[in-house]
């Protein structure tokens, strides 16, 4: 069985600020995880996601998030908020079959303070 | 590429009837669709994962009978909710797995279709 647990279910940032939204999983297999980011009455779309080798993926706006086994977490981070990244992030961790069933976290919904 | 479309995006209809929601692949093909709902302010949660050319495999608690599910191609898998009451409406969003080429295996979401039972 799989989880994955998002602290904090609204987080506020002032514009130009470090954003940090908090994800942990639990998974019994190596885990892929993911970050989706969600626009109002839209789909998600992938910001990124690790699979295996390097802990520390890039992915898209200039979002990064970190792997980090001992800790069992998957945070996700971007240096300067942007008002453009006002929306509600989700993080998803499937099982290393493959990216096919997927759970995802209860989102974190990020408020950019001008 | 890897682009999956639903239609249509919003609907409403009257308690007891039935609606029909369609997701497509629209550049790839795809075995496996899932289909997810998701109520105001919270996560999205599996209903069905829907193979081509066979029975869709329901979620814990899905209603089978109450949430038809048809993979009839590589491309298009559709959800009718049959006799609809309020208590569907919801967010619908389906996803594609790409079967094949650099994203193959890779989930691809549709924008989502907002049902409104009355």
């Known amino acids: 069985a799989q989880s994955v647990t998002q602290l904090g279910s609204h987080v506020s940032v002032s514009e130009g600020a470090l954003v940090l939204l908090r994800c942990n999983y639990s998974s019994s297999v190596p885990p892929y995880l993911f970050w989706y980011v969600q626009y109002p009455n839209q789909g998600l779309q992938l910001l990124l996601k690790?699979?295996?080798?390097?802990?520390l993926v890039k992915g898209i706006n200039g979002f990064e998030a970190e792997f980090k086994k001992s800790e069992t977490s998957f945070h996700l981070t971007k240096p300067s908020a942007h008002m453009s990244d006002a929306a509600e992030y989700f993080c998803a961790v499937s099982d290393s079959g493959g990216y096919q069933k997927v759970t995802f976290g209860t989102g974190t919904k990020l408020q950019v303070i001008p | 590429g890897a682009v999956v479309s639903q239609h249509p995006s919003r609907v409403i209809c009257k308690s007891g009837t039935s609606v029909k929601i369609e997701c497509r692949s629209l550049?790839?093909?795809?075995?496996?669709m899932f289909w997810y709902r998701q109520f105001p302010k919270q996560s999205l949660m599996l209903m069905a994962t829907s193979n081509e050319g066979s029975k869709a495999t329901y979620e814990q608690g899905v209603e089978k009978d109450k949430f038809l599910i048809n993979h009839a191609s590589l491309t298009l898998s559709t959800l009718t909710v049959t006799s609809a009451h309020p208590e569907d409406s919801s967010f619908y969003i389906c996803s594609a797995i790409h079967s094949a080429g650099s994203s193959y295996n890779e989930q691809f979401f549709g924008p989502g279709t907002r049902l409104t039972v009355l």
């Open positions: 690790y699979t295996t080798g390097a802990t």
């Open positions: 550049d790839f093909q795809a075995t496996t």
